[in-house]
């Protein structure tokens, strides 16, 4: 349900061209709480690059004080200007007024936020800049604390459309009150197809290079090591399991990485776990999987489970969050409830007597991906989107139109 939206969005128009009311290219901000590697950062960058190819001005913020991230140097290559407009420690309303002001002296249109922390201070400066204001919902964000609940209410009061990326993630605002319903919007992540696909000289040069032999059979997993990851359940499930002719490859590095490899070492599995940590050629490395698992307790709609798709290849996951939106169980994937370890091992071990089966899940698996989660049609609804918010008030894209 690529650039789904509530009724009454109207449909995508392609590139910069003159829009509603003759709008032209838009200066458009991306707000992130960091220039860190993550799923929600790759969807700005995919956007921003994107938008910034078809003409559009688009520039990337960080509110994580200086040194920046490693993002910050790929959204430079893509022609995207970057600014660091670092938060204090705690709670910090300056940083409102000193993101408002540069949002003024770049001229923005519209600003984009991503997480709940970009919300709360890039949604107001938006407004005080008379900019307008999207804001993407990229996971269920559980609260438990009143007030912080109250306050995401109030700060969701600036933006003039809130975006979720799958319909269970919509649900969640639902329940939780995040929005006035009325500017809530659909729009499922999409990713660079063309990037995946399994290639038979990247396998095997990526398995040489990891140590694992060409006929092993490999369960990988590629994330942020953190706790909703869950990570440790993939290593116990699969710990009386691997030997030298099956592997378990995790790649991704975080707050998680020391209690991993405890759970390694105490299932006595250290030859047989590969851990690579964070890297930037995960379209390669997927190709040495042979299924991809992603046993997290919390989930949007990942990045990572499209990408494994797209490669082809079966996917087991937790029936958490937009996964139950993306994965049809029995024929694009296998579901399993979260946490629940004897259910993981038991899929996992399914596909390994049965690769027949795996196989035909993954080709399925890539046909979906091509056919729903493209990068092109994510990027068309977000550009229908903004310029409907553009052409629809008075005072909105003020800089492009008395320029």
């Given at each position: ?34 220039f860190?590697i ?6 700005a ?9 078809q003409?559009?001005h688009?520039?990337?913020?960080s ?28 709670v910090?309303p300056?940083l409102v ?21 970009a919300?709360t201070y ?9 900019a ?37 993630t ?5 329940t ?26 990247a ?15 490999v ?16 290593v ?27 759970a ?9 776990v ?10 390669r ?29 079966p ?18 994937g296998?579901l399993?409830p979260p ?16 690769r027949?089966?795996?196989r035909a ?21 977000y ?19 008395s320029?």
């Amino acid at each position: 349900m690529d650039g789904a939206a509530t009724p009454g969005a109207p449909p995508a128009p392609s590139g910069a061209g003159p829009g509603p009311r003759g709008l032209g290219p838009i200066r458009i901000a991306h707000v992130l709480p960091a220039f860190k590697i993550g799923g929600q950062e790759r969807v700005a960058l995919d956007l921003a690059r994107t938008h910034r190819a078809q003409g559009h001005h688009v520039l990337a913020y960080s509110i994580d004080p200086l040194p920046e991230g490693v993002l910050g140097a790929a959204f430079r290559a893509a022609g995207v200007e970057t600014r660091t407009v670092g938060k204090g420690p705690r709670v910090d309303p300056t940083l409102v007024l000193r993101l408002a002001a540069s949002f003024a002296r770049e001229r923005i249109d519209l600003v984009h936020t991503h997480n709940p922390m970009a919300l709360t201070y890039g949604a107001p400066a938006g407004k005080l800049a008379g900019a307008a204001v999207v804001h993407t919902k990229h996971g269920e964000n559980p609260e438990r604390h009143s007030r912080r609940i109250l306050l995401r209410r109030a700060i969701s009061a600036f933006a003039d459309a809130f975006v979720a990326v799958s319909p269970q993630t919509a649900e969640a605002a639902r329940t939780t009150r995040d929005v006035d319903l009325r500017k809530l919007r659909v729009i499922e992540n999409g990713i660079d197809v063309t990037r995946f696909g399994m290639d038979a000289v990247a396998r095997a040069a990526a398995r040489r290079e990891l140590g694992i032999p060409e006929d092993a059979w490999v369960v990988g997993t590629v994330g942020r090591l953190a706790p909703e990851k869950n990570q440790v359940l993939l290593v116990r499930a699969l710990a009386g399991l691997l030997g030298e002719r099956v592997r378990l490859l995790i790649v991704g590095d975080g707050p998680e990485a020391a209690a991993l490899d405890r759970a390694v070492a105490e299932a006595g599995a250290r030859p047989w776990v590969h851990l690579p940590g964070a890297r930037d050629d995960v379209a390669r490395l997927l190709c040495a999987f042979d299924v991809f698992a992603l046993p997290s307790l919390s989930e949007g709609l990942p990045l990572v489970i499209v990408e494994a798709m797209a490669t082809g290849l079966p996917v087991v996951a937790s029936a958490v969050g937009g996964i139950p939106d993306v994965i049809v169980e029995g024929r694009t994937g296998c579901l399993v409830p979260p946490g629940d370890e004897a259910a993981l091992r038991a899929r996992l071990v399914t596909l390994a007597g049965d690769r027949d089966q795996a196989r035909a899940l993954g080709e399925r698996a890539r046909q979906v991906a091509l056919e729903r989660h493209s990068l092109a049609s994510m990027a068309e609804a977000y550009l229908a989107l903004y310029r409907q918010l553009l052409a629809g008030a008075p005072g909105r894209g003020r800089w492009r139109r008395s320029a």
